[in-house]
Structures are given as C-alpha cells and as structure tokens.
C-alpha cells in the first residue's frame, strides 16, 4: 500500500520535474541546509570556521523580518545569554510597512529585557529561556525548554560560580546580591522560588497565559535522576495563575520509525504504554468546545492525526479574542518545539495574517533558518540516527492546506454568518458609508432589513440585522483567501523538497556498488516522489 502511494507520488514528481515547473528558490536556501546539515549551530562559533555563512544567515533572517516588522534585537553575540540561541535573538514589537521604518520607536527597554532573561536563563533545561518568535494580533508566540530540574539547576549554578571565578552569572548585578542570594550559591532550597520566580516575571512581562507543553514525561529521568522538570508538576504550583495544557507529542526518536516506513506518516501510531511515558493528555474543557475533537482518543492517533489537531488546538489559542501570549516547549526546546513554531508560522502566513510580505520561497528560508537553524536543532545528529523530523515538518504542510486549519476561518465565524452567501455584519461595518449607500433602498449595493426589536428605533443591533443577499464578493473573497492558502502550502513544500533533495537528501547515503540509489536515499526517494527532481538537481 505505502509503496503504491510511494511510486504515486514518484511519478507525480517526475512529470512536474521533466515539465520544467521547478519551484522558485530563495538565494542561500541551498547554502543554509549545506551548512545546517554539516554542523550544529552555536552562537560562540559564528565568527569562526564558517562563520561568514552564518552571518550571512543571520543577517538575511533580520531582513526578512524587516519587511513586516519593527524589531529591537537582544544581543547573544557569544552565546553570553544561551548557546544554542540566535545571536541575534529578534523580539518582534508591531507590524510597519517600510516607510513607517525610519520612524520607529520602541517600545521595551532591551537592557531591562536582557536582564531579566539573564536572571531567569537557570529556570529552563540548558538556559533556553522562554523567547518570543511570533508576533500575531499583537500577541507573542513563544518557545523554551522545559524547567531545569534540581540536578541541572545545582548543577549549573555550581559550574556558572567556580568557572566563572566565583562570580555566577545568573546572579550579576551586584546591587542586587544579598545575604539571600549568597545563602542560594551555597544550596538554599529557595532557589527554586528564586530563579522559577524570575521566569514567571519573564513569562508575565510577554503576556503569555498558556503553556503548551509537548513532553511525553512529567519529568525527564537519567540514569536515575530527574534531570528536567515541568510546570504541571511543580510542586509548589508556582505556575498555577498560567492556563497549562499537557499535550504529549513523540520525541525526535520517534520519527526513525517515519523514516523507516518510507516517510508515510499515515497509520504510524506511538506505543504509549513505554514505562517512561507517564504524562497525560490534560486541556481544560473551555478550550475544547469548539474543536470538535474527541480528545479521548489521541492514543488511537496516527502521527498525521495528532499533529493535526495539536495544531488545531494551538491556533485556536493565538487566535482567541483575549490578548494572551502562548509558550510551546518540550524538553531541549529543539526537536518538537520548532516542529510546531514551524507549523504555526507557515500556517498563519498562508492565510495572510504575517510576514503579509514575504514571497512562499522566503518564508522557507526564514523558517529553516531562524526556528530551527539559529535555534539549535541537531539536523546533523538527526539524519546519522535516521530521526528525520525536520523533514516530517515540511513534508507535512500537504496536511494542513484545508479551511480547518485556516485562522480566517475563525475569525469569519465570530462575526454574524452570511444568508445565502451575502455580507458578514463584520464586512458592512468595514464598508466606508458612500461605499455602501443606502441601508434601506433596494437599488443599492445591499440592503438591511430592519426588523421589529426591543430597541430603538434606528438602533443597530446584532438580533435586529438581516443580510439581503445582493453579491457574494466577501465569500468569493474568502475562498479565494482559503484557495490562496492552498496553493502557498504547496509551493512552500515544492521548494522545501527540491532544496533538500538537491542537499540533505541526496548527500546521505552513497550509491551502491551496483549504481543503484540505496538506502536512505532508495526511501527518500519512493517515499516523498523526489524521483524526478532529484535526477534534474544531479
């Protein structure tokens, strides 16, 4: 069955390759997977070997994020705030066009902001702070590893004071240290409350109000220890005030499996009886009503199910009425969590909603550079453990091309539906008045027939409209939006596998003696129909 798709799909490719129809390519796409697929991106080795490629990297992510974006940018030139965070690290404060760019002003006091991810770097597994990255509605999406549990916490603070040269870096402004501090350096059980109470500070100064988090553990356990915590069990319920989903979601080992059924997705279900999977699925019930999933089930889930609806429910979240942020993390913050920043920005850049600006071949570029490149993932740890999930995030966007996924398809039913494919109450009230003309003539573009209401004569209220039907443009231009959205998926994953058949995918395995393609490549190739591609890149 998978190889009758596979060689579907193949053929497909083939013809769409030899009709000369190549999906445009960002400049430097190639050259970004060269270099991502040879090494792991650390922030202290950006002026090093290579290190004019990843200039070149970083510098192109701040343009592409010029084009929509004011932004003030937190200095991590030496890795000095987190290793395997940007160097660069954008913080995204309003949309702008270009000529509102000369007079931008900010709007936060970046050295109030650094200092406060500084103080609260130790709360989170390996100092990956919570970090904003999206910007929708005013709204910070956010990403981060999980909480540092009690092994990596004394331990870090214990290497950051004697390396350091008993000054501890979490713990640099000298005005601030007190006999509190001191006692914390030497173990005091309130260090905890310190550092976990500097990332709520943090949390709370970027809105956000749910955390996501995608850990398959209550807390991660090596060799006996709990290295990792998180906040749903926090015993001190320290997070309590936050709204706290547990969605657990397969790590990166899982997707070996994905590979090895020839990138078929479909039917590939995670065992969640393994002794170390002890976390539930946990969502309150008033962020589920409208969903419409039975959310029982998600152990039944094939993984193209389960990444579906995690990424119904996350864009349900950013896309609610209240002005709340959102924070996604797993353990590291660098296999799962790009997965669904990825998702999340594709997603609502299909739909037009961000980057309004940036061309299908430019969002790739800076997807795959900023959410996974700058931000850590070990592409080349990945591909020689055949755990390909960020070749599942791209391949997956033929998932989530339909309306169910689209953010203006929520918004459309908040407002007052449309008989017979008429006006939205939310389009009239959009409508300059000479463009509408007159509310009660029949000759004008559309009519409103008031009908008889509690209210006062002439007063316009939601139970008092009904929409005469006179043209169907806001529908013909929603689905041309959600037509649109379809149409930028496809081209998004067209570039993305060209791009990777031509670097990645093609440079890992060579041919076997017999001058056949083998192994990895013999399934990336029958697996996601590169067939014809690949042999015009080569």
């Known amino acids: 069955m998978a190889g009758a798709r596979a060689a579907a799909a193949a053929a497909s490719a083939g013809a769409s390759a030899s009709s000369g129809n190549q999906p445009p390519q960002e400049p430097g796409l190639g050259e970004l997977l060269e270099e991502f697929s040879r090494t792991q991106y650390r922030a202290k080795d ?47 404060e309003y949309e702008s066009s270009e000529k509102e760019k000369d007079t931008f002003e900010s709007t936060v006091q970046v050295s109030k902001l650094q200092d406060l991810i500084h103080r609260s770097k130790m709360a989170r597994c390996r100092g990956r702070f919570v970090c904003p990255v999206i910007l929708f509605k005013g709204k910070h999406i956010c990403r981060s590893a999980t909480l540092a549990g009690w092994g990596e916490l004394y331990g870090r603070s214990g290497y950051n004071y004697f390396f350091s040269g008993g000054a501890d870096d979490a713990w640099a402004d000298v005005e601030d240290v007190t006999e509190e501090d001191c006692a914390l350096r030497s173990g005091d059980t309130h260090l905890f409350d ?16 749910y955390i996501c988090d995608l850990m398959v553990e209550n807390k991660k356990v090596k060799f006996g220890m709990n290295v990792t915590s998180s906040e749903k069990v926090d015993k001190a319920q320290r997070y309590a005030d936050f709204t706290l989903l547990s969605i657990p979601y397969p790590g990166c080992e899982f997707f070996k499996e994905y590979k090895d059924r020839d990138y078929m997705a479909e039917g590939l279900i995670f065992n969640w009886k393994q002794d170390y999977v002890d976390a539930p699925l946990s969502i309150p019930n008033f962020l589920t009503h409208s969903l419409n999933i039975d959310w029982s089930q998600y152990q039944c889930w ?15 979240l950013v896309n609610s009425d209240d002005d709340s942020g959102l924070l996604v993390h797993c353990i590291s913050g660098w296999d799962r969590t790009p997965l669904f920043i990825s998702l999340l920005r594709l997603s609502l850049w299909a739909d037009g909603l961000i980057h309004t600006s940036l061309k299908p071949a430019e969002i790739l570029y800076l997807t795959v550079a900023y959410d996974w490149f700058l931000f850590g993932h070990m592409l080349v740890d990945r591909l020689s453990k055949g755990e390909e999930i960020f070749f599942f995030c791209f391949n997956f966007l033929k998932h989530i091309t339909s309306e169910e996924f689209s953010a203006l398809k929520t918004q459309r039913r908040k407002s007052l539906p449309a008989r017979d494919g008429g006006f939205t109450l939310e389009d009239i009230c959009m409508l300059r008045r000479k463009d509408r003309g007159s509310t009660t003539s029949l000759g004008s573009d559309f009519s409103l027939v008031m009908e008889s209401s509690p209210g006062a004569t002439g007063s316009f209220t939601y139970e008092a409209v009904e929409l005469v039907p006179a043209g169907a443009l806001t529908q013909a231009a929603w689905l041309a939006a959600l037509s649109d959205r379809e149409t930028r998926l496809q081209e998004v994953r067209s570039a993305f596998l060209a791009a990777y058949s031509s670097t990645v995918g093609l440079r890992a395995v060579a041919p076997s003696p017999s001058g056949a393609i083998g192994g990895l490549l013999e399934q990336f190739a029958r697996g996601v129909g590169l067939r014809g591609i690949s042999s015009n890149a080569l």
């Open 194 to 209: 310190k550092v976990r109470g500097y990332d709520i500070k943090l949390l709370r100064y970027l809105s956000v109000k």
């Open 46 to 92: 950006g002026s090093g070997t290579g290190g004019s490629k990843v200039e070149r990297i970083e510098k192109r992510c701040l343009e592409l994020f010029g084009r929509d974006y004011c932004f003030s940018v937190i200095p991590n030139m030496n890795g000095d705030i987190c290793g395997h965070y940007p160097r660069h690290i954008v913080f995204l």
């Open 302 to 316: 094939d993984l193209v199910q389960q990444t579906q609806n995690y990424l119904k429910l996350l864009l349900s």
